[in-house]
Structure formats: structure tokens, C-alpha cells
């Protein structure tokens, strides 16, 4: 049996909490919970900052800025039916009623603002958590568009 010295101590001590840390950061990455550039399937341009939190087990998503419209620096959901109807965008709930099933997040609704439309949504992590595969569709998953966010350090 080896016992670990007085001198070893604090290195073990060092490389534990090492180990314990990246073990935590890899850990936060693999969900979609997080900050995320969403990037425009159309043009490849960052077009705004999503937050992804947790309820219950159920995901949802916010707009916390959008960076680029066409209506101006603080565009509202001329499109959106209901509450949602002529609300500011920034600060808007997207997304909601997602949940793990797997490896994929699924079963949820996701509303694109600028066409008002709301699709099914299914989200799936990539490159080691630092992308997030969102895929909108009406229907089939095979019919739909796909987006994909990068995290936000």
C-alpha cells in the first residue's frame, strides 16, 4: 500500500482539483444549457445572443440581444401571433417545452420572429458541446431548416 507523503499532499491536492474542474467543464457542455451566438442558416452571420436555461427538466430559450435586423436596433414580432404579437424580440421566450430524450433535446416549440412561424424543435450538441445543432420543422424533421449556434465563452 503507498501512502501519499506530507510533501505529495498539496501536489495531489493540486492535481485533483484539476481533474475535478475540467471534469465539471466538460460536464457543463453537454447540454445546450448555456449562451449561444445563433448563426443565420442563410447568410452565416451572427445574428443574435440565445440563453438557454433549464425548468424542471424542460428547456427554454431567450433572446437576451439581438445584433442584426432589418427593423432596426430593437426590432419587436410584427409577425407573432398572441402575447407575442408586436413585443420587443430582446428579452423574448423562443423557445420552450424541450426535453432530453437521449442524446437529442426534443419535443418542444421553437418561433422563428421575423416569419412568426412556430416549428417542432430538435436540438443535438457537436463539436464536444461548443455547437448546437437546432433544427426547426413542421411535420416530419425531414422537412424543416436547420441552424447552428456556437457557444458563447
Known amino acids: 500500500m503507498t501512502y501519499l507523503s506530507k510533501a505529495s499532499l498539496p501536489r ?3 492535481a485533483a482539483c484539476l481533474l475535478f474542474g475540467s471534469a465539471v ?9 448555456g449562451t449561444w451566438q445563433q448563426v443565420d442558416d442563410e447568410t452565416g452571420k451572427v445574428k443574435s445572443i440565445i440563453q438557454i436555461t433549464s425548468n424542471n427538466d424542460e428547456l427554454q430559450a431567450k433572446v437576451l440581444q ?14 407573432c401571433d398572441g402575447d407575442k404579437k408586436d413585443q420587443p424580440i430582446e428579452g423574448m ?10 442524446d437529442v433535446w426534443d419535443g418542444g416549440k421553437i418561433l ?3 416569419s412568426g412561424t412556430v416549428y417542432k424543435v430538435k436540438l443535438s450538441m457537436a463539436d464536444h458541446g461548443q455547437k448546437l ?4 420543422y413542421v411535420g416530419f424533421s425531414l422537412i ?10
Open 12 to 14: 495531489f491536492a493540486i
Open 112 to 114: 422563428d420572429p421575423k
Open 66 to 79: 439581438v445584433l442584426i435586423s432589418e427593423d432596426g436596433p430593437h426590432p419587436v414580432c410584427k409577425k
Open 25 to 33: 467543464a466538460w460536464a457543463a457542455n453537454d447540454t445546450p444549457v
Open 144 to 153: 424543416g431548416r436547420s441552424q447552428t449556434w456556437i457557444r458563447q465563452q
Open 133 to 136: 445543432d437546432v433544427r426547426g
Open 93 to 102: 421566450t423562443i423557445m420552450w417545452g424541450v426535453h432530453a430524450d437521449g
